[in-house]
């Protein structure tokens, strides 16, 4: 694991787009497509950008495949889609096509939308069980959760190789989310997290003893170990060890 500080989170945004940038690369040269579960939330927006305004000329944009870590349950018109904000800030303005674009069909139930988006992987990877994203993009909620798995939430202790819905209370409201299985099987794991108000959920990320249930991010244990933090100062400022 590696912890990566910045004094901004416009530093730690061009950090991350460029080792966005260099991840896909080798992901391309080494398998022709370089497949990324973004997260949602409002931290990437930044990123998203920057990549689409920076990094165009960086990345063959047409082998890039996008997937969603986890979804809000609305439609896909609705603000508060994580599709949404990534068609608006990245997707669109790098004219990414419809068959690159594997969004949550949110016109489906819940517990539809899931099973159909698991499928959706299965068949992209051609595989039941191993579903290895070359990239997770994850967020940090002051709570201390990421992608849709919440504190004291069913999804935590769900050891399936795949895309959950539940009802979560803390934000009443649905949620799709990638089980931390299916997270911890990519190739390379990143989390974006800046502002004061994240500052106590990293510590206890990353220095509080194993706890899932009250800090689920601890969960993201990628299986080859490949996971890197993109700080601000504000948001590393209760780490003991940086
Ligand atoms: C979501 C995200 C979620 C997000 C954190 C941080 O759908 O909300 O995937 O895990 O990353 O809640 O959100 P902010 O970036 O808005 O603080």
Do not use: C
Not at 39 to 68: I, M, N, T
Not at 97 to 120: G, K, W
Not at 130 to 144: E, K, R
Not at 177 to 194: E, G, K, S
């Amino acid at each position: 694991m590696a912890i990566r500080v910045f004094k901004s989170s416009e530093e730690a945004s061009r950090a991350l787009a460029e080792y966005f940038v260099a991840t896909g690369n080798e992901a391309i040269a080494a398998r022709g497509r370089f497949a990324v579960a973004l997260s949602g939330g409002s931290s990437p927006k930044k990123l998203f950008e920057l990549l689409a305004a920076d990094y165009r000329d960086q990345l063959a944009w047409d082998k890039v495949d996008f997937f969603w870590g986890d979804e809000r349950y609305v439609p896909h018109t609705d603000p508060n889609s994580n599709y949404l904000m990534a068609k608006k800030a990245l997707l669109d303005p790098l004219d990414i096509q419809p068959a690159q674009i594997f969004a949550v069909d949110t016109s489906l139930s819940p517990s539809e939308a899931a099973a159909a988006y698991t499928r959706t992987m299965q068949r992209y990877f051609d595989s039941e069980n191993s579903l290895p994203l070359d990239l997770d993009l994850l967020g940090l909620g002051d709570n201390a959760h990421t992608a849709s798995l919440f504190p004291h939430t069913s999804v935590l202790t769900d050891e399936s190789v795949s895309v959950q819905a539940l009802y979560i209370e803390e934000v009443q409201a649905n949620r799709v989310t990638m089980t931390a299985p299916l997270l911890n099987q990519a190739r390379a794991t990143v989390f974006l997290v800046y502002g004061e108000g994240k500052a106590e959920a990293v510590r206890q990320i990353l220095e509080e003893e194993r706890d899932i249930q009250r800090y689920p991010a601890q969960l993201i244990q990628p299986e080859n170990g490949n996971v890197t933090w993109f700080l601000d100062e504000a948001a590393a400022s209760k780490l003991t060890q940086k």
